[in-house]
């Protein structure tokens, strides 16, 4: 059996609610807290393409530039590995992915669509022959065919990747379902010597009850974030996650969670980040639907949430 | 295998929040709204004794009078029963339980911890000698050896009642330990043609994936209460196990509940009544501590979570 390993994307998630505007101070603190914490993976932000994305409109960590990550982790003289997220589509793999030699990252994610696959098995095979550790997260599973998922899942098992994500774009799933893929993810890589991870959302609150579900199924990478900070109702909690693990006897810490919350989390939320669960996410994960909707619902500060449920009825 | 049915305890847990001081309109509402959504059972709050309660303390929920639920109901004229909650050694069974027939309740909900087991199966045995149905709540077993539970169960299924119930008053299980109590007191109870319930609290954002992973293994009676509305953390949200259910062909119906929200959580939120998962629940709930330490510090306003941590430590 793999070791179960964290893996906190709290700026990368998290990003997604303020647009990657964290103060330098909340990232070096979020670095010592997840080192403390035994935290094996802390994902820095994206590396997205300047040509897709006007620099302007975001914080530094949509980015991620080399000196950026340096700023806070000098040539991290730590246990704990350095990931980037990179989209298919949205990267470009060849101008902004160094050689593995020249980088303080560790690892590169690459997120895709099952219908982008073949580019994304392209830059698993890119980023591998660079040095990296890599993974791919195939998101929005939830509206693929078993007969898709499943080719995918061949593809994968014959690359060069470390690990492979399932991915619960939409917060869409119960733990039964959770269960059910986490074996067969697992069936398919892990006899290729590959991993497995999960990434929940907490639509319908079962984000940490679904990755406790894919950890006894197969599953060893863990995606969290601290205080379940993530795009619409958020993310498996870094904190529930370490008290449950702690109990499993894994070697981690909540304590520095739980403080890391006290002096940022709350810090963030009276500045007028919002994440968590609420019932227009509930609308959009139960209906299988992206959570956009219920974003700008909620953006709009609107309440009336029998007429999102018509809205939604009518996609 | 026994029916599924869904029990609303928002009046009952709810009332927690506020000592009971719901308006008519509220519970008017309510009642209406569990009509609708197909639930099984509604309980309208506690039958407590005013010779252990100050009546002007608590709302009317508190006590329950026949004439204040038929101020609600009339003679409820409809598929939906009636519950009420009476603890042990804080309801004066002999006196203010009226014989069935001059009631319009159905089934008298009896909570007990596992060391005053036999006094709830005499007040069991005079409320169904009245000619109720009758459950056993089962407070803190998270506190109990097995063997406990095993004895109280042998008394219980030997005993009239007709649900036993597997509550997790701290919030403190995690899916695969439901499992194993679901299947546990199923075993025990189900061959003596009694049902079993769960009574399921969010402190781990488990709330709702534990009553999914009861019924699962043999709980046919799920209590929720609307938007998760109760003590500390809370409890199953309503709308998120209709939503489910409906899913599994179960008849009921989500939307009477979401408006219900829409109409009258929002307005309790904002007058300042405060429920749902909050880091000191998690705290509590994962050390399986009583919530009552992080009911009082938040009530303080206080978010020195650390402090809590390590008052808790020492407890």
């Not at 991620?64 to 000098?74: A, H, K, L, M």
């Not at 894919?214 to 060893?220: A, D, E, I, L």
Request: hydrophobic letters at 40%.
């Amino acid at each position: 059996m793999n070791k179960l390993r964290i893996l906190d994307c709290t700026l990368r998630d998290g990003g997604l609610t303020n647009n990657f505007f964290f103060d330098d101070s909340f990232v070096r603190d979020l670095y010592r807290t997840n080192v403390e914490a035994g935290v094996a993976y802390m994902e820095m932000g994206y590396r997205a393409s300047r040509d897709v994305f006007k620099e302007s409109d975001f914080g530094k960590w949509k980015f991620c530039d080399e000196e950026v990550i340096r700023e806070i982790v000098g040539d991290n003289p730590t246990q704990m590995k350095l990931s980037v997220m990179a989209d298919v589509g949205r990267t470009n793999f060849e101008r902004d992915i160094l050689p593995k030699k020249d980088s303080v990252l560790d690892m590169i994610r690459i997120a895709t669509y099952s219908h982008t696959i073949d580019e994304a098995i392209d830059a698993v095979e890119h980023c591998h022959n660079l040095g990296y550790e890599t993974t791919v997260n195939i998101m929005a599973i939830s509206n693929d065919a078993q007969q898709t998922i499943a080719s995918v899942l061949e593809k994968l098992a014959a690359s060069s990747v470390d690990v492979v994500y399932l991915v619960d774009s939409f917060g869409a799933f119960y733990p039964h379902q959770v269960a059910a893929l986490s074996r067969q993810y697992a069936e398919a890589v892990l006899p290729e010597g590959k991993q497995v991870g999960i990434h929940a959302h907490n639509n319908q609150q079962l984000a940490f009850a679904n990755t406790i579900e894919g950890m006894r199924n197969g599953v060893s990478l863990l995606d969290v974030t601290i205080n379940g900070l993530g795009r619409g109702a958020g993310n498996c909690s870094a904190e529930l996650l370490a008290g449950y693990l702690m109990g499993q006897g894994v070697p981690c810490k909540q304590e520095p969670l739980i403080r890391f919350i006290e002096k940022h989390m709350l810090a963030l939320k009276e500045e007028g980040v919002v994440w968590g669960y609420d019932i227009p996410y509930l609308l959009t994960g139960q209906g299988n639907h992206h959570p956009s909707k219920a974003i700008e619902f909620i953006k709009d500060c609107r309440t009336q949430y029998t007429d999102l449920l018509r809205e939604l009825a009518v996609q």
